[in-house]
């Protein structure tokens, strides 16, 4: 051995004992602390799980802390913070990608809608690959070319004689109207 103490079975299964009676004891007090952190009932119970499992982890330290329940609260908390911090996250990036995106017409006109797809599927796929990110995806000639590995000079040839193509194929308005106005 390298000088660590093995725990024995009947220690192992004396901490168990242990640890699911403090389960049942405090499962439904951590549970109603996260609903109350949170503000979020359905995922409550999930927090207060996922603190056990971590408690379980560190039992050993757990048991020998002066109040067990106390620490495991701040488990709780711990973790209702983080769940907090992540929605609050999740909720900016959901803005800005929702500032970012224009006015979206209440009734698309679905049948042009469909003529453009047709009319894309006509062209080449450089072509098309590069109206669709200059112009549906809003990218920059420079983001288009590194996304496709090309340079920006055949971007932009691309783009234009895929836009005059489009132009042909459905109309100046409609083509502008359903994919960009840029050029």
Request: charged residues 25%; hydrophobic residues 45%; glycine residues 6%.
């Amino acid at each position: 051995m390298n000088g660590t103490v093995q725990p024995t079975v009947a220690g192992r299964a004396d901490a168990a004992a242990e640890f699911h009676a403090f389960f049942e004891r405090h499962h439904a007090e951590l549970a109603r602390l996260a609903r109350l952190l949170t503000g979020e009932a359905e995922g409550a119970d999930d927090l207060a799980a996922d603190a056990l499992v971590a408690l379980w982890r560190r039992w050993d330290r757990v048991r020998a802390a002066d109040h067990p329940a106390a620490y495991a609260r701040g488990v709780v908390a711990n973790l209702a913070r983080s769940h907090i911090r992540s929605a609050i996250r999740e909720r900016r990036r959901i803005t800005l990608f929702w500032a970012q995106c224009s006015d979206h017409a209440e009734a698309p006109d679905v049948p042009a809608v469909v003529d453009v797809q047709q009319a894309l599927r006509t062209l080449p796929f450089r072509k098309r690959a590069c109206v669709v990110l200059r112009h549906a995806f809003d990218l920059s000639e420079r983001e288009t070319a590194l996304a496709l590995g090309i340079s920006v000079g055949t971007v932009k040839s691309q783009t234009s004689k895929g836009m005059a193509q489009l132009e042909r194929l459905l109309g100046p308005r409609t083509t502008t109207e359903l994919i960009g106005g840029r050029t």
